[in-house]
């Protein structure tokens, strides 16, 4: 099987089959061009796939209702077939247990995807939240980290080398650069041994623009909302959809050629506006932006991210910091509990409610205490800032 894969992953641009031969076409072309495949992907799997022709109809017929936390507007939808997602048991014990639903081999016989850049599958999500929400995995199987370093890298060429190696993947010039330098001289053929590393960002950046002005890149942090820590994945959902990308940020904190960092304005949640011009631009930021997380100790498993490109704008990277998954009251017991397991677009302003009694008791002040509480503390976003500014 894994030779196999080796063998079609050379092939990309052409038919991509999983185990059951029915992943299919690779993309190359026009922004117009890829529009026009994800359209047919969509109508594809919403016609053939009675799974997702299921869960694309009950989007159409969920609860919703506008909330609002110091005038910032909130939606909350009462999703019921998002429970297996919002109750997931994500610790290691847990993960090693399960097969992984993100891997090839181990999708539904009527899945469908797309390749993009050569590594990723677009996917559509049977159990939608936002219209058109799709999910990007990584056509191999590796954890979901955006920043490297020397103990991930031996971890994961533990876990990708020996049964894998000719299917690793690089991430991008920069990237591969980084992967040079980490690995020295223990790598003796780089070519053959390339270890997805280091910016991420770069990818996400590239997706981003492959889907201008249609669709938003999201990130889960894989202790902040990923229910698959274990296989590297973006989601993507249309330019639109969620209020956060709707609001005003203010003045920039730092200015730089080609791209600044600036706040949001009055928010129950830590959250920064990366701006940028360009793909090398917006990387410049993200780096000055992770030597700050790592000084005040916080690490891309905390963290949730959205990336827009749009003609006008170029790349806007809203950066959500967190400071743990769930809130206390997710674990409490009957009345008690209320279930929600915040992800990136319950951050980004749809709070996503399985259980109805959760959807009917949901008002302001209760979303609000629950984003300040998975959010990063005041003074490390504080601290954060200051750093930024030097
Ligand atoms: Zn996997």
Redo the contacts with the bound molecule.
Sequence with gaps: MDEDRGKKKKNSGKELPNSRGNLETGIKGSRNSIKELMDALWREQTTNWPLMKKGYADLQQLLTKDISVNHIPFKAQHNPARIVSSTAKTDRESIAARP????RH?LPAEQKGLLLLGRYIVLTNPFPIVERHFVI?SI??IPQRLMGDEKDNGAKREQNGGQNSSQILNCGKQSRRQNSRQNGEENENENDHQILIGNSIEDMARLAELFSELLDIYFNGATCGAS?P??FHFQAGPQGALPLMEQHPKAPIIERDGGSIRLMEEQPRTILLLQANSISALCSLWSLLTEGLKEIEVSDDQLNLVLRHTEAKKWQLWVILRSKHRPECYFREGDEQFLCSPGVIDMSGIAVLPRPEDYSRITGTIWMQLMEEVSLPADKFHRLIELLKR
């Design positions: 992984c639903f993100l891997c181990n995995p191999d199987h698959a274990d296989h």
